[in-house]
């Protein structure tokens, strides 16, 4: 069992820079998959990044290309999303998920992963 521990949300203003972390449980950090999804109130849960345990091709939502960075520090065994350029669309609760894989696969959908942290809420407001 992997236990995912989110932080660093708030409330910032729009065009503000907000860096979230996921800390993760398990010494086989660098075997997992891991993505950030978002969900706002009575939306769906969607994708926002996801990067396989190489670091090497993340991808991302259209929505926040350009403006967020996913990355990972396999020996700290924590993945970041830094937030910049933040608008109101970009409020909602971010969750991290992790996925066993030890290959370069990556999903945007939720059912693949297997395990999921229990959110942090990002509030975008001026």
């Known amino acids: 069992q992997v236990q995912l521990v989110e932080s660093g949300g708030g409330t910032v203003q729009p065009g503000d820079s907000l860096r979230l972390s996921c800390a993760a449980s398990t010494r086989a950090f660098s075997a997992y998959a891991m993505a950030w999804f978002r969900q706002a109130p009575e939306k769906e849960r969607e994708v926002v990044a996801t990067?396989?345990?190489?670091?090497?091709?993340?991808t991302y939502a259209d929505s926040v290309k350009g403006r967020f960075l996913i990355s990972r520090d396999n020996v700290k065994t924590t993945v970041y999303l830094d937030m910049s350029s933040l608008k109101p669309e970009d409020a909602a609760v971010y969750y991290c998920?992790?996925?066993?894989?030890?290959?370069?696969?990556?999903?945007?959908?939720?059912?693949?992963?297997?395990?999921w942290g229990q959110g942090t809420r990002v509030t975008v407001s001026s």
């Open positions: 990067i396989a345990w190489s670091g090497l091709n993340p």
């Open positions: 998920a992790a996925k066993l894989t030890r290959t370069q696969e990556l999903s945007h959908r939720p059912e693949w992963y297997d395990y």
